[in-house]
Every structure is written in structure tokens, then in C-alpha cells.
């Protein structure tokens, strides 16, 4: 197959757009992973960044972190859910939008994911305030060793998106993508013929997990221990 035409800018705001997805798919599940010993994690698994609670070696302990998260933290757990399956949406739509060569839509969902971005930052900043050392959510991140490139293209580099996990570096990482959205918009090359990779993230030491699959789980296993959740859109069940 020929190289695709694609311009540097452009190769540029979709490795953004990438690393940000990159985060989101990792911290999906945050309500359902244990990282810390106290909670039943054991030191292998947690020094690769968690497991789910389900796979704990200590189920009494880990079944009395989650009842503990759920009685301190179900409106936060509800508010992560309702973050991410939304995003989810958003980055769907901007996948259709690349086969379509539409970057008006691709734009309009780009500047919604990011808005509700920084929103969700705020939802973290107060979960961790209150919480301490017993929250759960974390700033986003991107976990490192995960590359961008265009089917064929001239440009490779490595995705990166706040990988100090601090408030600051996520805003910073945000605004750096609002700030081209409208240029973005505007150019009128032809888009590079690519699909968002939705089914090839890697989720926070979970091993190959994509986003669908990672909200899915996280809704599951949650409501195993009797909470309520809102089904994920008929698109994506």
C-alpha cells in the first residue's frame, strides 16, 4: 500500500488525540483495580500498576475495599462511569468522522471529550482531597511504551500524555489540544485514511484491554456488589 498523505500538523494533533485515549482506556477501571497491599493486591501485580479486585489473592480484604469504596465513593465511581462511557462515544464518532474526511465533526467531538476532561480532572482532585490515601482515581496518564502512526505514513512517534499523573500535566496536556482543535478544522487537506485504535489499548497492568471492553467489565463487577449503573449506549453494548 502507498504512504497516505498526511501533514506533519496533522500527524501531530492525532498523536495527541491518541495519548489521550491511550489514558482514559487505563483509567477506565479505576473503581474495580486494587494497586496497594492493604486493599488485597499482592506486590507483583501491584508493581505492575493493579488487578482487578475479582482477581485478588485475599477476596476477604479485597471485597471489603470495594464495599468500603462504594459507601465513601459511589457518587464518584457514578461520575467516572459517566465520564468515560462518554468519551467513549466521543472517540467513536471521531473515528467515523476519519472515514468520512469530516473535520468539522471530528473537531466538535474533540473540543467535548476535552471539556468534559477537564471537568473529570476536578471530580479526581476533590475524590483525592477527601480521600486520601484511600482514593482510587487517578489523574490520567498515558502508560509508556504505546506508539502512534498513520497506516503506511512517514511519521512514528511514542504517545505521551501526562506521565507524572498531577493535575497540572493533564490541564497542560488538554489546553495543548484545544489550543490547535480550530486549525485542525480548517485545513482542508484530506484526512489520513485511519481507525482510532479502539481495540488496541492497553489497560493499567491489565493486560490487552480495550476501552468497550474495560467500562463493560468495570460496570460488572461493580454491580455484582449491588451498585446500579447506567447501561452503556445501545452503539456500544
Known amino acids: 500500500m502507498e504512504k497516505q498523505e498526511v501533514t506533519k500538523e496533522d500527524y501531530g494533533f492525532l498523536l495527541k488525540l491518541m495519548s489521550v485515549q491511550h489514558a482514559l482506556v487505563s483509567s477506565s477501571a479505576d473503581p474495580v483495580v486494587l494497586r496497594k497491599v492493604s486493599e488485597g493486591a499482592n ?40 465520564f468515560h462511557r462518554k468519551s467513549l462515544d466521543n472517540f467513536l464518532e471521531m473515528d467515523g468522522a476519519l472515514i468520512a474526511n469530516d473535520r468539522e465533526i471530528f473537531a466538535e467531538n474533540c ?21 486520601g490515601e484511600g482514593s482510587f482515581l487517578e489523574y490520567p496518564s498515558c502508560p509508556s511504551g504505546h506508539y502512534f502512526h498513520v497506516l503506511n505514513g512517514p511519521f512514528v512517534a511514542m504517545c505521551y500524555f501526562n506521565r507524572q499523573l498531577t493535575s497540572f500535566g493533564a490541564e497542560m496536556g488538554i489546553n495543548s489540544i484545544r489550543g490547535e482543535i480550530l486549525d485542525f478544522k480548517i485545513r482542508q487537506e484530506k484526512l489520513p485514511y485511519i481507525h482510532l485504535p479502539l481495540n488496541e489499548q492497553q489497560g493499567a497492568g491489565l493486560l490487552l484491554e480495550d476501552f468497550k471492553k474495560n467500562l463493560v467489565w468495570n460496570k460488572q463487577l461493580l454491580e455484582g456488589l449491588g451498585m446500579e449503573l447506567p447501561s452503556l449506549t445501545s452503539e456500544n453494548e
Not at 508493581?47 to 457518587?75: H, P, V, W
Not at 471529550?113 to 473529570?120: E, H, K, S
Open 111 to 131: 473540543e467535548i471529550m476535552c471539556n468534559r476532561l477537564l471537568g473529570y480532572l476536578n471530580l479526581v482532585k476533590k475524590h483525592q482531597a477527601r480521600l
Open 43 to 82: 506486590f507483583q501485580m501491584n508493581t505492575f500498576g493493579g488487578i482487578f479486585y475479582d482477581c485478588s489473592e485475599n477476596e476477604e480484604i479485597a471485597l471489603a475495599t470495594m464495599r468500603k469504596r462504594i459507601e465513601e465513593a459511589g457518587q464518584d465511581i457514578r461520575a467516572h462511569f459517566d
